[in-house]
């Protein structure tokens, strides 16, 4: 059976990447399979990122329901990141991901 290009841009797993589609989103989301953090923190335990980019990725990931923000009263107000429900159903897959990538790293990257 052929698929047309419509058929491909619902197929499910196409819908799923571009959830998670974008430089940062996977790491964000290994980081905040931990448990919630804090921007700083998070942006600390990803250190080559800009604070700008994190921001957008975060916000996408939001968007996507994926990641929750909440908000703690105080001065200066205090935000914290965590995995919703299904982006805590996601960081199992990304591991098995991972562990795929793992055992076969040798044919994909160049390790120095």
């Known amino acids: 059976m052929r698929h047309t290009y419509h058929d491909i841009e619902c197929c499910a797993a ?3 990447l ?3 589609s974008g430089k940062w989103k996977p790491i964000i989301i290994f980081h905040l399979s931990a448990g919630p953090r804090r921007f700083s923190e998070l942006w600390r335990e990803i250190p080559r990122v800009s ?3 994190m921001l957008e990725q975060l916000r996408q ?3 996507a329901t994926l990641v929750e923000r909440t908000v703690h009263n105080g001065f200066p ?4 990141y ?3 429900g299904k982006g805590q159903q996601l960081a199992p897959i990304l591991q098995q ?3 795929w990538a793992l055992t076969h790293i040798e044919g994909v990257v160049q390790i120095s």
């Open 51 to 53: 604070k700008k980019v």
């Open 14 to 16: 196409k819908v799923a």
């Open 18 to 20: 571009d959830q998670i």
């Open 61 to 63: 990931l939001e968007a």
């Open 97 to 99: 991901l991972e562990q």
């Open 82 to 84: 965590h995995l919703s």
């Open 77 to 80: 107000p205090e935000v914290t």
